[in-house]
């Protein structure tokens, strides 16, 4: 059976729209408008150019294109598009950062791998 990054189910946060409140989901998630809590899902989050998300970001893969001012703990590769702007911490798999991106913060990248639940887990090259 296809994992939930593969099976064309998205959830949709439109411009103009503010939650106030952690969101636990188990598909993608597409922020385009204000998010003002914790996100945690097993698919993938993307936030768009008009998206902002103040709070804690948890999942396995994620593309920003708009703000984030907060923690970011993804398992596989965090992209960070020209226009994205991060203040916080970053802990991923694999980073790419467009030129252009703006990074104001701490960053963790392959040494430890910390799952999408929050428990740490020693890295596989240092097994």
Partial sequence: ????????????????????GNISSS??????????????????VFVGQSGKVTGEIRCKNCEVE???DGRVVVEELLSLRSMSKIYGEIRTGKLAIEPGATFTGKCDMGAKKENTSGTEQPSKARQ
């Fill in 27 to 44: 598909e993608n998630i597409r922020f385009d408008g204000n998010l003002i809590g914790n996100l945690n899902t097993k698919g993938k």
């Fill in 66 to 68: 708009g703000v984030v």
């Fill in 1 to 20: 059976m296809a994992e939930a990054e593969n099976n064309n189910k998205i959830n949709m946060i439109g411009v103009g729209t503010t939650i106030e």
